[in-house]
């Protein structure tokens, strides 16, 4: 049975929907702990993605109440969803302790220069916020605002690149952001803490569920993966798709490298081994960004790349995909 949309997520349908791991720092666990927990779970059926979470938080607080305003520069929970993991033509919704709503698909990530399309809305959008505590009232101490979000799949379906909804097995590259600013009491409201040197507000914190490696949301290729299991259940070691994804994703280090060089050289490189790949390695990509570390590639792999100076496709083709990544970021796979 579907859950009602309320925010409370107390249906008995949430009851077998794992908790995720708390969130983590959007740079990596290594860089500086979270000071309050976030957790989300999720479940499906055949017309909607459901997404609760719970924030846990002592000064429930939001201004912004015009849907599509810009909702991080309140406290708030987001959602980024890349139905077939190309990095290209995905989704976004952020939403406050209001349940104010800003929802838009984005063409490519905003690095590869592509504006969000705010016009775009989830038609068919449930959304509910709960609050354990009393919103925008600094005289006493909250607990948490909880989300509870279902996305229907027909909204998605024209821009997914694959079926939507999906089939048991799919994978979608997913991620969950909460942004979380640092206030004080100001005249009885809440403020955002002013830098005294600036003027400006304090640096916003992020948490996130799958760590991006950089201060950055839009690096599709560092979400998280969501298995989508029928009743029979599933496991990533046993997806092909999981191994597809992984086999993708040695690819990316060549499209960083290769903006890396054009910003200091003007064009493209157009040689592997100008870029430091060769003698049947490739670097390997990591979350801190330093891509020293390589990897074998096994000799019935191929790895090429054809350039211009504004230019670039790197393919690599194994035995049963062929992988490739030009200079927009698009990262496509195709089975052979």
Same mark, same amino acid.
């Given at each position: 049975m579907a859950p009602k949309i309320d925010g409370l997520l107390d249906d008995p349908a949430w009851q077998n929907a794992p908790w995720t791991e708390p969130f983590t720092d959007i740079e990596g666990p290594l860089q500086r702990e979270p000071r309050l927990r976030t957790r989300t779970r999720m479940m499906w059926d055949a017309d909607y993605f459901y997404v609760g979470a719970t924030l846990l938080e002592p000064h429930v607080w939001g201004k912004l109440t015009e849907r599509d305003a810009v909702i991080y520069y309140d406290n708030d929970f987001e959602v980024f969803i890349d139905p077939d993991g190309d990095n290209h033509l995905y989704f976004?919704?952020?939403?406050?302790?209001?349940?104010?709503?800003?929802?838009?698909?984005?063409?490519?990530?905003?690095?590869?220069?592509?504006?969000?399309?705010?016009? #775009?809305?989830?038609?068919?959008?449930?959304?509910? *916020?709960?609050?354990?505590?009393t919103l925008n009232d600094p005289s006493d101490l909250d607990t948490s605002w909880t989300v509870e979000i279902a996305i229907p799949w027909a909204a998605m379906a024209g821009g997914a690149g694959r079926p939507s909804p999906p089939s048991a097995g799919d994978i979608w590259r997913v991620n969950f952001s909460r942004v979380q600013w640092r206030t004080h009491v100001v005249d009885g409201r809440?403020?955002?803490?002013?830098?005294?040197?600036?003027g400006k507000s304090l640096p916003e914190n992020n948490w996130v569920w799958s760590p991006q490696g950089l201060i950055a949301m839009h690096c599709p290729e560092m979400w998280?993966?969501?298995?989508?299991?029928?009743? $029979?259940?599933?496991?990533?070691?046993?997806?092909?798709?999981h191994h597809e994804i992984t086999v993708a994703n040695l690819l990316m280090p060549i499209y960083y490298l290769q903006k890396a060089w054009h910003d200091e050289h003007g064009e493209y490189a157009t040689e592997l081994r100008q870029l430091g790949i060769e003698d049947g390695r490739m670097?390997? #990509?990591?979350?801190?960004?330093?891509?020293? $570390?390589?990897?074998?590639?096994?000799?019935? #792999?191929?790895?090429?790349?054809?350039?211009g100076a504004e230019h670039f496709v790197a393919q690599l083709t194994?035995?049963?995909?062929?992988?490739? *990544?030009?200079d927009t970021g698009r990262l496509m796979r195709v089975r052979k």
């Open positions: 976004e919704l952020e939403l406050n302790a209001l349940n104010t709503v800003w929802d838009l698909m984005l063409i490519k990530p905003y690095r590869d220069g592509a504006p969000a399309i705010d016009s #775009w809305d989830i038609a068919g959008l449930k959304s509910a *916020v709960h609050i354990d505590g809440y403020e955002k803490i002013l830098d005294p040197d600036t998280g993966e969501v298995l989508f299991v029928g009743p $029979e259940g599933g496991t990533f070691p046993e997806s092909l798709e670097p390997i #990509w990591p979350q801190n960004g330093d891509m020293t $570390e390589t990897t074998a590639v096994p000799e019935n #792999w191929a790895l090429t790349m054809s350039c194994t035995p049963g995909l062929r992988v490739t *990544v030009n």
